[in-house]
């Protein structure tokens, strides 16, 4: 059996993934094709495959792990098979849904290690088995995902811009090429130039097998192809001063040579007189000399199957008959191979082609010595091993430059070459290379000549040659078009060695070149003729990697204005490149021998590839192409980059009543966990809140927290004496702190929103508690505990923990209202708020005040790092809520969040501030059908219960969750970034930026309610954390927009430029949200004055930092400030931030950034600050937040 294994007649035993060695068997495949293709109706409304077609792909399956001829097989290696069958077939989104997701086994041990860019991209994270376990997750979720969503979402969070080496042939990633630019790539093994509009796509990406393009470090491997629609006028058409031209849209980037190297810039940014990087002398573009073609394999691979059926096989009866001595009668040949009989093909050693070639697969037959290939009726023939000679290269050479076909299937298949004397040439090679017949017709006398210099000459005569298989040949293997103004060189010609190449150049010259000499002037050029553009573009390579350097003249004639190529050379040292390579077959090379002999040859260095001309221009294929390169980024994907970035949180806050009223089921059906009934003592109430934060962190991404915290703890409370409540808040604090079960070992990232008495929406409301709802007791009522309460967890708070260490969760949100700071009974909560902050920086301050936040008549919270939610009093139900009919209650969270990067928008704007909002639609839109999507999804996961502690609905209650009520928040990063770009002035420098940043938001908020109204969803704007979005997009474009994007990231730039090729996790970052640029040395006052403005319009969410400078503030002072920021600002969130320093040896904490110990002077210290909208350890921030921490302007109050 192993002998059959080897040999390819049996395919070899499949080790399955749960460790069971099983035979192969290819239903298996057809079974699992027909099961899981069908979620491509689910996600992209595609039909599955039918049972036809999953049989041939099973089919093709099985042989080529026949080919194979492995030993042993695997699960996963079936499956990446069946996918390239089901890619070469078309089923691109088929494919998506059946591979597998996973990452490299280097990654993993990366993450094992706590290594590389994941390990900073989250700051709360320790490093800890959980953790590990958790980023290995989150990878393949993530890579899941992509493969899920639409393309155009997955591109946006993914695509980046490409940028290109050479002129003629763009290297790495070009991005929204024209489809006719020609690149130089090696496909399979084969070099050859491709064109993107010549590529199979069946929708807008196309996953090419082993193609790999040029780049300046040698040939890479493309990942996919990629293409989109373009209007009329939108290509740039580049031409440089040795008439080389490129068509590409204005976003694209192209390297220059500018005084201090190289730069990379957009191309409607270049001008005239810019110095491109031409492909210089280049060996690599030729592949290894191939001196013979299996033209079994050719005809079988290339050409269509129809027209074959008359293609045979001769000479193949010593084959068949050492098979029928190995016992095989030929009638059990025929069936073997599921074909009628015919005794007349094994007596004649005949066989049509493509059964042969079954034939020769089934039985491992490879020696065809003596066999050749014939067309029915025709006794021309030719050897299945065609060797590659110098009359057959001639022929070609002629063919390209001077021949055109005339097919007809009743007549008969002609090749013709319109020659130039060289007619007796031609009949001697197409009988030596092609054993064919070959005739001559026409003749006479015409004027011609070369432009200038007119002649008179014999008229060139015809060569009729070829025959069916003659036409196969060149049409097919070769790739020579009917079409002269489409053709190509062939792909054999970059596998030539330099004889045969030269006979091939010599007979392209000698049909269609020319030659003028003026000995008088010492000079000579040789011309060469077409009307393609891509045999243009190809011949300028060529030539060029051969060390010349040619010049492009593009003439049009004629009432169409028809395009006429013209590739020159001249002067001596392109001349004797020349003749190294090319030889004139007639009179015309002895100009070129005396030129060489009569001149020395001076050595100058090659002219710089200067930009001539500029021009906008058509073109003729609706589509411009991306090529995405192995190792370049990733839209991003684009990361890639990503491309306009887009992350994904959630977040949710939760109404506690809920739950005090029917109880706790963690997993949310009672299933897996103990089912607890409602609280009856206030341990328990605390017990089962810190609970419901914790079993919420199954179900959603983002922040966990509870608003109203204190009003509706209240009802466990009352009666409680200091020392009691003072208990009760430690208990939950230490609580929140020390349930490090969250995703991936952390804490639960979770808030309280503390209230110093009742508000007024709630004065009235019933209580919830014990089980049940109090008639008899309003929450007013309780308004002197909820105070208490307040002033109790503050005070907990200020105390730390036990060694003396803030607590990080929950984040205290103190309430303001008016009453709060005219009421003298309140003042001591914020008196502690300002405290808190004094001594750890841990108080967020929630202003209810303004207008805009709905003051007393709405229900409001911040969540997260600063997501606003909120329920308008006016709203549906509201009332019904307040007062928990039929357990009606309050979910307010946001159920995605989709991050834009604004810097990226302004960049493809080109300065114009119509276009600014062109693109910033259009990627809001992308945004808006990515959160449909996700409502979309979560919805329907919601509905069949894989919710299921949001779904929850114990003893007939409404759902916890309502799905339906949850915010679509779209988020931005990098305000200050996009008014610097349109008006080269940062926010806080000029009125102009604070006048566009302003307008920007308002477009975006009537972006925002267009999309509300066109859906009924609840969409809004935010400033997002952006904890590392701010990172990514800087990142993102220092590689994809460097010359707009080095003038305008944070950070550290020049060291971060010296880190981009090894890591992605440097010291560059955009200005969050709206927000000033934090190193800005300007008055606090000024930056309130700017930042405020855009809260009112920012309801989704945004944060007002204020970094202390003083190591021990003075809380006066911050409690005079939090007033006046109440009262006489619209900031409707904001933190104070201290940075502080705790000794792991002595306990010391105290304000600053030590890097030892005041009191000990240990260098055992750890220090924290605010990331984002939390505190943390430095030590654990990525490269960007480190920067930025050192650049933050720090105010000192005192």
Not at 248 to 257: D, M, N, S
């Amino acid at each position: 059996m192993t002998e059959l294994i080897m040999n390819g007649k049996l395919p070899p035993p499949v080790r399955r993934s749960d460790g069971v060695i099983v035979p192969f068997n290819k239903e298996l495949i057809v079974r699992s094709l027909l099961r899981e293709t069908r979620l491509v109706e689910e996600l992209y409304n595609e039909r599955p495959l039918t049972e036809e077609e999953a049989r041939t792909i099973a089919e093709e399956v099985q042989d080529e792990i026949l080919g194979m001829r492995l030993k042993m097989l695997s699960g996963p290696l079936i499956r990446e098979i069946v996918n390239v069958k089901l890619l070469e077939h078309g089923f691109t989104q088929h494919r998506n849904v059946y591979t597998r997701v996973g990452m490299p086994l280097y990654e993993v041990y990366k993450i094992d290690n706590s290594d590389g860019y994941e390990s900073r991209e989250n700051a709360n994270l320790q490093p800890n088995p959980e953790t590990f376990h958790k980023k290995k997750a989150d990878f393949l979720s993530k890579e899941s995902y992509l493969l899920m969503i639409p393309s155009h979402i997955a591109d946006a969070h993914l695509r980046g811009d490409i940028h290109i080496h050479d002129l003629e042939y763009w290297g790495t990633r070009p991005f929204c090429i024209d489809g006719s630019t020609l690149i130089p790539a090696v496909w399979g093994d084969r070099h050859q130039m491709i064109r993107p509009d010549e590529m199979d796509f069946s929708d807008d990406a196309y996953l090419p097998r082993d193609l790999k393009v040029l780049t300046p470090k040698g040939y890479r491997s493309v990942l996919k192809v990629t293409r989109r629609r373009i209007g009329a006028d939108q290509l740039l058409k580049i031409q440089t001063s040795s008439g080389k031209s490129i068509k590409v849209t204005g976003e694209h980037r192209i390297p220059i040579q500018g005084d201090d190297g190289v730069k990379i810039v957009r191309a409607d940014s270049i001008s005239e007189g810019d110095v491109l990087m031409p492909l210089g002398e280049d060996p690599s573009l030729r592949g290894k000399p191939i001196h013979s073609l299996n033209l079994l394999q050719e005809l079988i691979t290339r050409v269509p199957v129809e027209l074959l059926e008359k293609v045979y096989v001769r000479g193949a009866g010593k084959i068949f008959a050492r098979l029928h001595a190995e016992g095989r009668s030929y009638a059990a040949i025929s069936r073997e191979l599921g074909v009628a009989h015919h005794k007349h093909w094994y007596a004649r050693g005949i066989m049509p082609i493509r059964i042969f070639h079954d034939l020769c697969r089934r039985f491992d037959i490879s020696d065809l010595q003596g066999v050749r290939l014939g067309v029915a009726g025709s006794e021309e023939d030719l050897p299945i091993d065609l060797p590659l000679t110098e009359p057959l290269m001639r022929l070609l050479g002629y063919f390209v430059s001077e021949g055109n076909y005339s097919v007809d299937q009743e007549r008969g298949y002609n090749l013709a070459i319109t020659e130039n004397h060289q007619s007796g040439v031609v009949i001697a090679d197409a009988h030596s290379a092609l054993n064919c017949y070959a005739t001559r017709s026409g003749g006479g006398w015409v004027k011609n000549g070369m432009r200038w210099v007119p002649a008179t000459s014999n008229r060139a005569m015809q060569v009729h040659f070829g025959g069916k298989l003659a036409w196969l040949l060149f049409r097919y293997v070769f790739g020579i078009t009917e079409n002269s103004g489409d053709r190509h060189l062939p792909w054999i010609v970059w596998h030539l060695d330099d004889d045969l190449l030269r006979e091939f150049l010599s007979a392209l010259f000698t049909g269609g070149g020319s030659v003028y000499c003026q000995p008088d002037k010492s000079d000579c050029v040789v011309d060469y003729a077409t009307s393609s553009e891509s045999l243009r573009q190809e011949l300028s390579i060529l030539l060029t990697s051969l060390g010349m350097s040619p010049y492009i003249q593009e003439l049009h004639s004629g009432e169409d204005l028809t395009v006429l190529y013209h590739i020159r050379l001249s002067g001596a040292a392109n001349i004797r490149a020349f003749s190294r390579y090319v030889h004139f077959n007639d009179g015309r090379q002895v100009h070129i021998g005396s030129f060489l002999s009569s001149v020395q040859e001076i050595r100058n260095d090659p002219s710089p590839e200067r930009v001539t001309n500029i021009s906008v221009v058509g073109s003729a294929d609706p589509y411009v192409y991306d090529i995405f390169l192995d190792g370049d980024g990733s839209e991003e994907s684009h990361a890639f980059y990503a491309s306009d970035g887009i992350l994904i949180h959630n977040c949710q806050d939760w109404d506690l009543r809920y739950f005090f009223h029917y109880g706790l089921m963690p997993d949310g059906t009672g299933t897996h966990t103990s089912v607890a009934g409602p609280a009856k003592h206030a341990e328990v109430a605390i017990l089962h809140a810190a609970k419901v934060l914790g079993a919420a962190q199954t179900n959603f991404a983002g922040g966990q927290g509870f608003f109203n915290f204190t009003v509706f703890m209240a009802p466990y409370l009352k009666g409680f004496d200091s020392k009691k409540l003072h208990q009760t808040a430690q208990m939950f604090l230490y609580e929140m702190t020390q349930l490090y079960v969250a995703r991936g070992g952390q804490p639960v990232f979770s808030s309280i929103q503390i209230e110093s008495g009742v508000p007024k929406v709630w004065q009235d409301a019933p209580v919830v508690s014990h089980g049940k709802k109090w008639s008899d007791l309003r929450y007013g009522d309780l308004e002197d505990t909820v105070h208490a309460f307040a002033v109790a967890l503050l005070e907990e708070y200020l105390k730390g923990d036990a060694m003396g260490k803030m607590f990080n969760f929950p984040k205290p949100e103190v309430v303001q209202r008016v009453r709060y700071w005219n009421d003298k009974e309140f003042e001591d909560v914020m008196l502690k708020a300002a405290e808190l902050s004094a001594k750890f920086g841990s108080t967020y301050y929630d202003n209810m005040i303004p207008a805009y936040r709905g003051g007393e008549d709405g229900v409001s919270c911040f969540q997260c790092c600063a997501y606003s939610f909120s329920e308008d009093g006016k709203s549906e139900n509201f009332q019904k809520k307040v007062m928990f009919e039929d357990g009606a209650h309050f979910s307010m969270g946001g159920m995605q969040v989709i991050t834009v990067n604004l810097p990226r928008v302004a960049y493809k704007s080109g300065r114009d501030d119509t276009k600014l909002i062109e693109v910033l639609k259009s990627t809001m839109d992308v945004a808006k059908d990515a959160l449909m999507l996700k409502k979309e999804t979560i919805k329907r996961q919601f509905e069949r219960g894989l919710i299921p502690f949001a779904s929850q609905r114990p003893r007939g209650a409404p759902p916890a969750v309502d799905i339906d009520n949850l915010s679509l928040t779209i988020g931005f990063v990098g305000m200050n970034e996009l008014v610097e770009h349109m008006t080269e002035y940062e926010i806080h420098e000029d009125p102009s930026a604070q006048k566009l940043a302003l307008k920007v938001l308002i477009e975006m908020d009537k972006i925002r309610k267009s999309y509300s109204e066109e859906t009924g969803e609840k969409f809004s704007i935010a400033r997002t954390p952006a904890e590392s979005a701010a990172q990514r997009f800087a990142v993102a474009d220092l590689i994809h927009y460097p010359k707009f994007a080095r003038e305008l990231v944070k950070g550290d730039l020049e060291n971060a430029i010296s880190m981009l090729n090894e890591t992605k996790d440097i010291p560059v970052y955009y200005s969050n949200g709206a927000h000033v640029n934090v190193s800005a040395q300007i008055p606090l006052d000024q930056r309130l004055q700017i930042e405020q403005r855009f809260f009112p319009i920012l309801k989704g969410g945004d944060i007002f930092h204020v970094w202390l400078g003083e190591a021990n503030p003075d809380p006066e002072a911050l409690m005079k400030l939090n007033m006046r920021l109440a009262r006489e600002s619209w900031v409707g969130y904001w933190s104070h931030t201290k940075d502080i320093t705790v000794c792991r040896d002595c306990g010391y904490v105290g304000g600053g950034l030590n890097s030892s110990c005041p009191t000990c002077g240990s260098v055992s210290v750890k220090n924290y600050s605010r990331i984002t909208g939390y505190y943390q350890d430095v030590s654990s921030w990525n490269a960007a937040k480190r920067q930025e921490l050192k650049e933050r302007y720090r105010v000192r109050l005192s």
